[in-house]
Structure formats: C-alpha cells, structure tokens
C-alpha cells in the first residue's frame, strides 16, 4: 500500500503536523468540554473532519449533541453512531458515523470514500434494501483488513516511522496509520 519512502515523503507533510495538532487539540478537550455549546472545539472538528458545507448548520448542532451524549460511552459501536445519525438527516453517513465513533474510542477506523477505495478497494454500499446492515458489514470488512494491514510488517514499519517523526503523541496505532492514508492522495 505505501512503501517506506512514501510514507517518509507524507511524514513531511506540513498538513500532517498541523492535522497532528487539531486531532490532538480535539481528542484532548473532548471529555474536557461539553463539546455540545464548545464553539471552538467545534470549528477545529468542522475543519479538520471537513464537514463543510454540505452539512448544514443544523446538522453540525445536532451532530455534536449526540458527540457530547456517547461521549462516555463504554462500547462503542459504529452502529450506534450510525443509527443516530441517521435520524439528522435521514441518509446513512458511514464516513461521519466512522469519525463520532472514533472520537469516542479511537481505535476505530476513520471511514474515507479515498482510502477505503484506493487502499483496501471497498467502497460504500449501494443497497436500497436493509441499508443500515450493509453500511455495518462493510464498516466491519474495513475495520477488519484494516487491522490486518495495521499488524503486518508493512503496518508496523509505518507505525514505526511515524513514531520516529512525531514521538510521545499520545495517539492510537490506528490513527497514526490513518493519517498516512488518508494523506497518500
């Protein structure tokens, strides 16, 4: 998937250090602020999670008072963010569910239509029928070859360099591994 100069060249990336920075920022504050009325914690989520202006507003306050109710939550599960999502705006966004999900329990894959895509070559259900089920396999088939990928060598070896890029983040493996993903575009 990426070779070990690839990821030396995305390591040097100006946006993954100021990507490093906002995620640090958020996952930081999150049990720090009720991130429900937290204007700021809200414009750096907007911004570095992309939820611009396809998403409304509206879906954004609703989206953080959910963040803020599973905040707590013990096992999270992507279907819960899933289906509670959903009922904002009647449509199955496994990419924002990936990321509430995420934030609460950070060993979560981020979905991301790009690097589902190109990295492990799933995309996004099309099914009409029993949609919430086919958004949850396919989040558990990518969650699944994504831990695959994480603990093979090559996995490791990018985990490894990250860590000797930016060491004592603090963050998970598998954010550290999406972060190369998602910034081999």
């Not at 954004?60 to 959910?66: Q, S």
């Not at 099914?127 to 090559?154: G, N, P, T, V």
Request: hydrophobic share 40%; net charge positive.
């Amino acid at each position: 998937m990426i070779d070990e100069q690839r990821a030396l060249e995305i390591l040097q990336k100006p946006e993954l250090k100021t990507g490093l920075r906002a995620y640090m920022y958020l996952m930081g504050r999150l049990h720090r602020t009720d991130v429900s009325a937290d204007r700021e914690f809200q414009t750096v989520f907007r911004s570095f999670y992309q939820m611009r202006r396809f998403y409304s507003d509206g879906f954004a306050a609703h989206y953080f008072r959910l963040l803020e109710q599973l905040k707590d939550v013990r096992e999270m599960r992507f279907v819960m963010a899933l289906e509670r999502i959903k009922h904002i705006r009647n449509t199955y966004e496994m990419s924002f569910s990936s990321k509430m999900a995420h934030t609460i329990d950070p060993r979560f894959p981020i979905w991301d239509r790009i690097v589902t895509k190109q990295h492990f070559g799933i995309s996004a259900p099309t099914a009409k029928r029993d949609r919430e089920a086919a958004c949850c396999k396919w989040y558990d088939a990518y969650r699944d070859q994504f831990s695959d990928y994480l603990a093979s060598d090559e996995g490791k070896l990018l985990v490894r360099l990250f860590d000797a890029q930016y060491p004592d983040t603090g963050i998970t493996d598998v954010k550290k591994l999406d972060f190369l993903l998602w910034l081999d575009r």
